[in-house]
């Protein structure tokens, strides 16, 4: 059974530049969370995707943006890139309603 | 503000010397509290939940216990193993806020 499974797993880019992560959720999973672990820090949540629909969002700017596929899958865009969006950006799912979050290994964004 | 505050922020045992680690939070209307194992490169590896005060959950040498106010992982005779980063995290219904961690070091 696989889990949460992630996309690049590190990635370079430079101030201004934009970056599209991907995330497929564990299978019997609906919605998908996402995450900004800067080090030494535990995890910021982003925005969390329901039906398609961002259902839910953090303190994050409008930079930060999300899509939900049909077969649940999800990205996240971040435009304008920032030296301070260097972090691990981690993806979550979960079968909703207060069930666990299941974590991915997260994609190492480096900003230069 | 829903608020998540864990300590210590680092923990160094001996193997087999027990510990608490402690998760204090503020929540209004609290949904869950989750603890999470991260190890150095990886995501967090889902642990425990625990819905209501009194509730207690156990799992080889970690067990979980929840108030009101905060939450304890008991580690019982702990291994080099168990070694990681340990993260609490409360639900409300808006959305999962963690705290910064504890780095739990277990040396032989």
């Known amino acids: 059974d696989a889990g949460v499974t992630q996309s690049p797993t590190h990635l370079i880019k430079t101030r201004g530049q934009q970056v599209t992560l991907r995330c497929s959720p564990k299978?019997?999973?609906?919605?998908v969370s996402w995450y900004q672990q800067a080090l030494g820090q535990g995890p910021q949540f982003i925005f969390q995707y329901y039906e398609e629909e961002e259902r839910q969002r953090g303190n994050f700017p409008d930079r930060f943006s999300g899509h939900q596929f049909p077969n649940y899958s999800s990205e996240l865009n971040v435009n304008a890139l920032l030296l301070g969006d260097s972090a691990l950006y981690l993806c979550?799912?979960?079968?909703?309603?207060?069930?666990?979050?299941?974590f991915g290994d997260g994609t190492r964004l480096s900003i230069l | 503000e829903d608020q998540v505050t864990q300590s210590p922020e680092a923990l160094r045992l001996q193997e087999g010397e027990s510990s608490s680690l402690n998760c204090s939070y503020t929540v209004s209307g609290l949904r869950g509290l989750f603890w999470y194992r991260q190890d150095p490169g990886k995501g967090p590896e889902f642990l425990f939940t625990?819905?209501?005060a009194g509730e207690e959950k156990e799992k080889e040498r970690l067990k979980a216990t929840l108030t009101k106010k905060e939450s304890f992982l008991h580690i019982t005779a702990p291994k080099p193993e168990d070694s990681a980063t340990y993260l609490c995290?409360?639900?409300?219904?808006?959305?999962?806020?963690f705290g910064a961690g504890t780095r739990l070091t277990v040396k032989p």
């Open positions: 299978s019997g999973h609906d919605t």
């Open positions: 979550a799912s979960s079968g909703g309603g207060g069930q666990p979050q299941h």
């Open positions: 995290a409360v639900q409300d219904n808006n959305d999962m806020r």
């Open positions: 625990l819905y209501s």
